[in-house]
């Protein structure tokens, strides 16, 4: 397996798939200054169609520019070892679950997501295709995240929520009401700050 994306997200993904029993075969960067990361090597060619991938990049436009270089059945999901997952929730290829962190029952997360760090998915929700869920985040049961959206350290969201594609929420925000496409959100309560 390659990942590409030799940052320190590369770093915490590459612990994952070593933690899971995975071999690395090498990093994937354009960077062509970086040699190696976290002692394994970097390249920066493309890899052969038959390699499964995963793409360590939080940026999650990035993340999808990306996705596009490769076949779809190259990429895997990676899980930790140290994560609770519902057995009826339903993860998408490319997407990656850090330590620390609980999916909830029928919970649907779409293709090259990321639920970072001790982030709480409750029951129910639906996270479209390249949302990144960070560190401590908290969503209550019933919310759903569109394409894109990024929502920041230690954001709590209640319960039924619907947040649009390619939103921003800013860290700690406490969001009560639904959010537009394409918004900024930023405190408690969240209040949009910018509109896409």
């Given at each position: ?30 960077d062509t ?5 976290i002692g ?157």
């Open positions: 397996m390659y990942l590409y994306g030799a940052s320190g997200h590369g770093k915490v993904v590459a612990e994952i798939a070593i933690g899971n029993g995975t071999e690395i075969h090498g990093f994937i960067d354009q200054a970086i040699k190696e990361c394994i090597s970097v390249s920066h060619i493309l890899p052969s169609e038959t390699e499964k991938i995963v793409i360590s990049i939080g940026n999650n436009k990035v993340r999808e520019k990306i996705s596009q270089l490769f076949h779809k059945d190259q990429f895997v999901t990676l899980i930790h070892p140290k994560s609770i997952i519902s057995k009826s929730a339903k993860l998408g290829m490319g997407t990656v679950v850090m330590g620390g962190a609980a999916i909830n029952a029928d919970t649907e997360i779409g293709e090259h997501c990321i639920i970072n760090t001790n982030a709480s998915v409750d029951h129910d929700c639906i996270l479209e295709d390249f949302v990144h869920i960070s560190p401590n985040v908290a969503l209550a049961g019933n919310v759903s995240v569109g394409k894109g959206t990024h929502i920041g350290i230690g954001t709590s969201v209640i319960p039924g929520i619907k947040i649009g594609k390619w939103c921003v929420i800013g860290a700690g925000s406490v969001i009560i009401k639904d959010i537009p496409d394409g918004a900024t959100v930023i405190g408690n309560p969240g209040k949009i700050i910018k509109r896409g």
